[in-house]
């Protein structure tokens, strides 16, 4: 399956801030484009292809991120995808950058297991505050507000004591209900967040993709 091996490009599907449904707070969202993992029932199958369309210069994406971050003071960032460790030189690249730049605060979903990604990318680890692990599978629904199915975890990597709090917090709040967010961007409609695997299903349904 293609990965992409580039250290100076990066499949972006999108940017966009604010994002108020993926993490603690008022985040940007960066979404990859790409993903060879393909977990059935995938809501987000429009990002599985590598495809020229979303292709970018790293410090492209960097300095987008950066403006969005200067223009509004948010310095918190949530990276999902498509899968964004099947471009792991890309990924590693684009959140040293925009951590040097001043964000400091990534979270980031991937469909791999924690181990699997200790091993082989652990420097990138290094760079992410949190992480939501392991492939979406569909029919075993998750209760947490921040996961679609219930084999993902949030692993919390940050070694600063205010984000642990911050993600701790973020973890236990049960009473937190599940937020998608409707958004326009360059004449596109995205739905963000995580829905329950009903709702997902239902949107499907009627619309053909989330
Ligand atoms: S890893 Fe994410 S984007 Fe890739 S198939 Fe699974 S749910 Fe979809």
């Not at 940017?15 to 993992?37: F, K, M, N």
């Not at 991937?110 to 599978?137: C, H, Q, R, T, W």
Request: charged share 25%; net charge neutral.
């Amino acid at each position: 399956m293609k990965i992409n091996k580039s250290r100076s490009h990066i499949f972006v599907n999108l940017i966009y801030h604010p994002v108020l449904a993926l993490g603690p707070d008022e985040r940007i969202g960066l979404w990859t484009q790409g993903c060879s993992i393909r977990c059935p029932g995938c809501t987000a199958q429009y990002a599985w292809e590598f495809s020229d369309e979303f292709k970018m210069k790293i410090k492209d994406a960097a300095a987008i991120i950066l403006k969005r971050a200067e223009n509004s003071g948010c310095a918190a960032l949530t990276v999902s995808g498509g899968e964004p460790f099947d471009q792991p030189y890309a990924l590693d690249k684009l959140l040293f950058e925009v951590r040097r730049g001043g964000i400091n605060d990534i979270m980031l979903y991937s469909g791999y297991p924690y181990d699997k990604l200790k091993k082989e990318f652990n420097g990138i680890l290094d760079k992410i505050d949190a992480l939501v692990d392991s492939p979406f599978i569909e029919g075993m629904p998750s209760p947490s507000h921040w996961s679609g199915s219930a084999n993902q975890n949030m692993i919390i990597l940050t070694k600063d004591n205010i984000l642990k709090d911050k993600y701790a917090s973020f973890i236990a709040d049960k009473a937190a209900k599940r937020k998608l967010q409707v958004v326009s961007h360059n004449d596109k409609i995205y739905i963000i967040g995580i829905g329950d695997q009903a709702d997902t299903a239902f949107i499907k349904s009627e619309f053909g993709s989330i």
